[in-house]
T-cell receptor
């Protein structure tokens, strides 16, 4: 799987929007962009995924650059419960079923 | 709540002992995955089952590790002759074959193994 690069950590204030960046300059045409997050002492949980177009769901929005070499996960109003490690993962749907996690971004939310 | 469950949640063992972990996936999920996570790192893939067939194994899965899913439902992960380097969180996840391209994986809470 192609590699992703994320900042090690970010801080946000409660109830403000958060933009979590991910660079994936070697992304291939068949790679989907997935985001998972891991709250303290829990297993990872799915957040959102996309291929080319921006995506919205109840948890977050995913903005994908036109050249697909970067993407941004957007939390519209951060809450204390959003404090977690956020992982950006590229997954080729044709190449296997595992998820290849990097180091992720640790998001800290201040009240 | 009928999420993925794992047992035990914590296991402390002495080096050289064998340990076995169990994972119960979400009902009707035919895909099951094992991952390992060490402190400060993201999870690393170990192995994957579709129904009872073990279809993928990582090079991380040494000969001391064996996983089974005998009836395509629950799965066990056994580590023989444990070493201190095996200390980690062992995560299980499941997904449905018909989930589509997202193939969202649902993770359990993990089993934390400490080898003394």
């Amino acid at each position: 799987d192609a590699k992703t690069t994320q900042p090690n950590s970010m801080e946000s204030n409660e109830e403000e929007p958060v933009h979590l960046p991910c660079n994936h300059s070697t992304i291939s045409g068949t790679d989907y962009i997935h985001w998972y997050r891991q709250l303290p002492s829990q297993g990872p949980e799915y957040v959102i995924h996309g291929l080319t177009s921006n995506v919205n769901n109840r948890m977050a929005s995913l903005a994908i650059a036109e050249d697909r070499k970067s993407s941004t996960l957007i939390l519209h109003r951060a809450t204390l419960r959003d404090a977690a490690v956020y992982y950006c993962i590229l997954r080729d749907n044709n190449a296997g079923n595992m998820l290849t996690f990097g180091g992720g971004t640790r998001l800290m939310v201040k009240p | 709540d009928t999420g993925v469950s794992q047992d035990p949640r914590h296991k402390i063992t002495k080096r050289g002992q064998n340990v076995t972990f169990r994972c119960d996936p979400i009902s009707e999920h035919n895909r099951l995955y094992w991952y390992r996570q060490t402190l400060g790192q993201g999870p690393e893939f170990l192995t994957y089952f579709q129904n009872e067939a073990q279809l993928e194994k990582s090079r991380l899965l040494s000969d001391r590790f064996s996983a089974e899913r005998p009836k395509g439902s629950f799965s066990t992960l056994e580590i023989q002759r444990t070493e201190q380097g095996d200390s980690a969180m062992y995560l299980c996840a499941s997904s449905h074959r018909l989930a589509g391209v997202g193939n969202e994986q649902f993770f359990g809470p993990g089993t934390r193994l400490t080898v003394l």
